[in-house]
């Protein structure tokens, strides 16, 4: 099945490596416009590089509101518009017994992975009130937590994550 986005933009975080990327070459293969996002410039030049259309790339951490805000302005400014907005970035920096995380790695897994969506998708909202799409890739292992894969923060995080998608429907 082909799916054509020509005359469509993507705003695409975690797009440095990985799922992130094939989406952006994904995007860009099927004619959006891609901007990729992530926190690491070098990454995501190396990224766009490699991908055959017309991209801009745009360093930014995802769990920091301000830097969302800028991105979702500069892809705005660079294509107009914003038709797409694909969640994919997020960060477990706990691996290990729920009752042993501290509150920096808890605070951090939930900046990036609950609040970041959220107040990227606000901003890509209030920028542009014309018929968009949006996709929000949800990172799920599946399953129940158990104390030898995962930690419960992970898995209450990701539960947040499911909320969201449904609750933002459009």
């Known amino acids: 099945m ?18 992130g990327a094939a989406i952006a070459k994904s995007f860009a293969e099927a004619g959006a416009q891609v901007m990729l996002s992530s926190r690491k410039e070098d990454s995501l030049r190396a990224v766009a590089k490699e991908i055959d259309g017309e991209t801009e790339v745009f360093a930014a951490n995802t769990g920091d509101i ?13 294509f107009g518009k914003i038709d797409i907005l694909v969640n994919n970035a997020a960060t477990n920096p706990y691996y290990g017994a729920t009752l042993g995380v501290d509150s920096s790695r808890f605070d951090k897994t939930f ?13 890509v909202f209030n ?7 949006r996709c929000n890739f949800e ?5 129940r937590p158990s104390s030898r894969t995962r930690s419960w923060c992970l898995q209450f995080d990701e539960s947040g994550d499911h909320s969201f998608d449904e609750s933002t429907r459009v």
């Not at 082909?2 to 799922?19: F, N």
């Not at 900046?111 to 901003?123: H, I, M, R, T």
């Not at 990172?139 to 399953?143: Q, T």
Request: charged share 20%; with cysteine; aromatic share 6%.
């Open 2 to 19: 082909e799916i054509s986005l020509r005359g469509k933009t993507a705003l695409v975080t975690g797009a440095s490596r990985g799922i």
């Open 66 to 78: 301000e830097q969302g805000q800028a991105c979702v302005d500069a892809t705005m400014k660079r």
């Open 111 to 123: 900046q990036v992975n609950l609040k970041g969506p959220l107040f990227w998708s606000q901003a």
């Open 127 to 133: 920028a542009s009130m014309q018929k968009r799409s």
């Open 139 to 143: 990172h799920r292992f599946g399953g």
